[in-house]
């Protein structure tokens, strides 16, 4: 995996590398069963190198922790690697050149629940859209349980989603206790 970052640091394959500061290629226990996607680093992901350590970040620790879960349980990675500018959507030759860099994070890791944290991670891997419909199902990804839910970020806009967020961790709890 660090060979894997190290790539990942270095990758100018698309355009975002031309804005950014730092590559945030993800972060956490490289055995984790649940791993976390989301869609692309904002400013202060880019400052640091991390994933989620800004406003959103706080959110996602604050969910993890009402599950009894920590940063140091789980795999924290994006589906794009840099920031694209002015915290736009990442686009699809973007996704599409990122896409092989998240494959193999998730071969490597091996997890057995993949958690997409908003559309743009949802529909990466499962080709599903409409978070409001499908969070906190399951679905498939190559043998892998993906449960899509709210992006942290979606709660620091809409304080209402921060219960059915805090309902869709419960699923983690659950799915952990029946994998032991």
Do not use: W
Request: hydrophobic residues 30%; contains cysteine; aromatic residues 4%.
């Amino acid at each position: 995996m660090d060979q894997l970052s190290e790539e990942i640091k270095s990758c100018k394959k698309c355009r975002l590398h031309e804005n950014r500061k730092n590559a945030v290629p993800g972060e956490g226990d490289q055995r984790a069963k649940i791993m976390l996607i989301g869609e692309a680093p904002g400013k202060q992901e880019d400052e640091e190198g991390r994933p989620f350590v800004g406003r959103a970040g706080g959110t996602l620790e604050k969910l993890l922790k009402s599950v009894d879960l920590s940063r140091n349980d789980v795999f924290i990675t994006n589906v794009v690697k840099c920031r694209p500018p002015d915290n736009r959507d990442p686009k699809k030759d973007e996704i599409e050149t990122c896409r092989p860099y998240l494959e193999e994070q998730i071969e490597r890791i091996q997890p057995g629940l993949i958690v997409t944290l908003g559309n743009h991670a949802t529909h990466t891997l499962i080709d599903k859209k409409g978070m409001k419909e499908i969070h906190g199902q399951r679905f498939e990804y190559e043998d892998i349980t993906v449960i899509p839910m709210y992006h942290p970020a979606a709660a620091l806009y809409n304080p209402n989603l921060e219960s059915t967020m805090e309902e869709d961790m419960e699923v983690l709890k659950e799915m952990e206790e029946v994998e032991g």
